[in-house]
């Protein structure tokens, strides 16, 4: 979006760590605001690792326990000025961090749908992150009613709806 020509930030929450410093740098140069990205002084960045395949599904390797992210949390979007934003996008995995997290991303949500803002919502299912299955439907089916648009693949909206029928996902 940003080299479109859009106005772009990022909201995360990183460690004072190199990895961390790159990032947010990196982001810089793509000119994506970084207004937005709170430091942990004592965590780390964390990071996910998956692999390139032609057939089947790819092999994740998480390395999140414990990171900066998982300190996220309702005082790093407090100061966020919705009536400036005119969309945001979420995925479902910071919810499944922890439940402040999730709180934060709930707040995130809301302010920005009472503000007007069009809101996409991926659930980018990682059924490895959450405490159970259940719970991860639950919450983000939730997550999906704030949404203007919702972008499950077909397997994760036949597991949200129980239906492999796409105009029933739909």
Known sequence: MARLGFEVDFLTKLGKDPF??????????????????????????????????????????????????????????MDIDFSEVRLLHVTGIPPAVNRVTRGAVYHLMAKAREAGSFITFDPNM????????????????????????????ISEGEKLTGSRDKETIA
């Open 20 to 77: 961390g410093q790159y990032i947010y740098k990196y982001l810089q140069n793509e000119r994506i605001g970084t207004e937005h990205i709170t430091f942990d002084e004592e965590l780390n960045t964390g990071i996910m690792l998956k692999n390139k395949t032609k057939e089947g599904d790819p092999i994740t390797a998480y390395y999140r326990k414990g990171s900066a992210f998982t300190n996220f949390s309702i005082e790093d979007v």
């Open 126 to 153: 990682r059924p490895e992150l959450w405490k159970n299955e259940e719970t991860m439907i639950k919450v983000l089916n939730n997550m999906a009613r704030y949404a203007n648009v919702v972008l499950p693949g």
